[in-house]
């Protein structure tokens, strides 16, 4: 039998995401290596493939990246390739309406 998680652990995790700025104020679920190595392992694409990119900022987002924040969001290992997708598709129709100065679609390999 599994021992029964601390809460007191939980909300000092919660705590440290909101003091890092890691939450716009909604709940988070800290992302531990082992989380994430989960979301990692329902898709065959590659943690450091670039799913995203803001030049103008000098910002990307990567497989790795967009896995940890679905993790910090609650969402499950099993619906990545769900979350994968909808990015590729909202990459795609910001690609294809020219929308200049916001996110540009990285094009898969």
């Keep these: 039998m599994a021992a029964e998680p601390d809460p007191d652990i939980a909300r000092e995790a919660i705590e440290y995401c909101y ?10 679920v800290p992302a531990s290596r082992e989380l994430v190595d989960g979301f990692l392992a329902q898709t065959d694409r590659a943690p450091d493939e670039v799913l995203w990119r803001m030049d103008h900022l000098g910002r990307e987002c990567t497989v790795q990246t967009a896995a940890i924040n679905a993790a910090m969001a609650g969402c499950r290992p099993e619906y990545f390739p769900v979350v994968l997708a909808a ?3 909202v990459m795609r129709d910001r ?5 200049a100065g916001r996110a540009r679609a990285v094009r898969r390999r």
């Excluded at 003091?19 to 988070?28: H, K, M, Y």
């Design 19 to 28: 003091e890092q700025d890691w939450t716009d104020g909604l709940p988070v």
């Design 87 to 89: 990015w590729d598709a």
């Design 95 to 99: 690609a294809a309406k020219g929308a």
